[in-house]
């Protein structure tokens, strides 16, 4: 079956431009995660979903990065007005259950900011 | 506040050598242990896990034992092959009691690359 999907794979955005990021989940998991993935480093935990519900998004940097899952299945990532130290590849993730260790990653986007 | 700190690469084999990666965590409260590749061009993939004390995890020939006494999880294998190059991440989920946030804590990554 399909695995998580990402789009874009790649994404070029000038300092102070919008940027939405899409995540498709395997169809059917409960939980979501969206990852931030400097270069060089592991991934750090922005926000979790269950279902449509945002439960944790502890892990966003600041106020210009937004997540939503309204229908409880794709999720977009927002970051408005983007600066250079939002360049990183963001990674998601879904999982079958809510209380559950699997989590199923897509390639990620990678994000440039100039 | 959880964390993971995993050996420092690069590391370069020659085929059929051993590995070993060393990882260790700070938790709060009982976290599963996992241990993650990346495989150059690709997403990250679960490799193994362990959910307890004691337990050991193992998959392609890895293996990896949660040691509570010591916090750690190291991976080892026997003998590496060529296709085994690539990006290991360590991680750890702590849920904290009465949550539902499986949230992953990585550790920063070891490339490891295996010459013929």
């Known amino acids: 079956g399909a695995g998580v999907s990402q789009s874009p794979r790649y994404k070029v955005a000038k300092r102070g431009q919008d940027v939405a990021l899409r995540c498709d989940p395997i169809s059917g998991h409960v939980s979501l995660f969206w990852y931030q993935q400097a270069l060089g480093q592991g991934p750090e935990f922005l926000t979790y979903f269950q279902n449509e519900a945002q439960l944790d998004k502890s892990g966003l940097p600041s106020d210009r990065f937004f997540a939503e899952r309204p229908e409880g299945s794709v999720s977009t990532l927002k970051i408005q007005r983007t600066q250079q130290e939002d360049s990183a590849v963001y990674l998601c993730?879904?999982?079958?259950?809510?209380?559950?260790?699997?989590?199923?990653f897509g390639p990620g986007t990678r994000l440039t900011v100039t | 506040g959880d964390s993971v700190t995993q050996m420092e690469g690069p590391v370069t084999l020659s085929e059929e050598a051993f590995l070993t990666i060393n990882c260790t965590y700070t938790?709060?409260?009982?976290?599963?242990l996992f241990w993650y590749v990346q495989y150059p061009g690709e997403g990250l993939q679960l490799l193994l896990k362990a959910t307890k004390a004691d337990d050991k995890g193992s998959n392609k020939g890895f293996e990896a034992t949660y040691r509570k006494e010591t916090t750690s999880f190291h991976l080892e294998k026997g003998s590496v092959q060529v296709s085994d190059s690539a990006v290991y991440f360590c991680?750890?989920?702590?849920?904290?009691?009465?949550?539902?946030?499986?949230?992953?804590?990585f550790g920063k990554g070891t490339l490891l690359t295996v010459n013929p």
């Open positions: 991680a750890l989920s702590d849920p904290k009691r009465g949550g539902s946030n499986y949230k992953l804590t």
């Open positions: 993730a879904s999982s079958p259950r809510d209380h559950s260790y699997e989590q199923y």
């Open positions: 938790a709060t409260g009982y976290p599963s």
